[in-house]
């Protein structure tokens, strides 16, 4: 039983030398935000929590899909996007992103 003890000690040791010496280094943005009013809003509180093409791959969507998305983002993943820009971060993406909402009879 000692032997399996030790021989775990030394396991464990060797495993967090080589996580303290390993780096995950991830690939550089290539894609970016499509210009109009708003895109800074989505730059400063989208991509500190996934990049551009987790965005673009949406399939293009109603103000209300957008507008759920943004609070699904906040109340679900806790992102830190306030309340006073929560209007604006939607229209820039209704506008860059989305489909008009359809005309009502």
């Not at 210009?35 to 809003?41: D, K, Q, R």
């Not at 989208?46 to 609070?71: G, L, N």
């Amino acid at each position: 039983m000692k032997t399996f003890a030790a021989l775990a000690i030394i396991a464990s040791a060797i495993s967090l030398a080589v996580a303290a010496d390993s780096k995950i280094v991830l690939p550089p943005e290539t894609a970016a935000l499509r210009p109009g009013t708003g895109a800074e809003l989505a730059q400063a509180n989208c991509m500190i929590c996934h990049s551009v093409d987790y965005i673009k791959t949406q399939p293009p969507m109603p103000r209300k899909f957008w507008e759920a998305e943004v609070k699904k983002m906040r109340e679900k993943y806790a992102a830190p996007t306030p309340d006073n820009t929560v209007i604006a971060l939607v229209e820039y993406l209704t506008a860059t992103y989305g489909v008009p909402d359809p005309k009502k009879p």
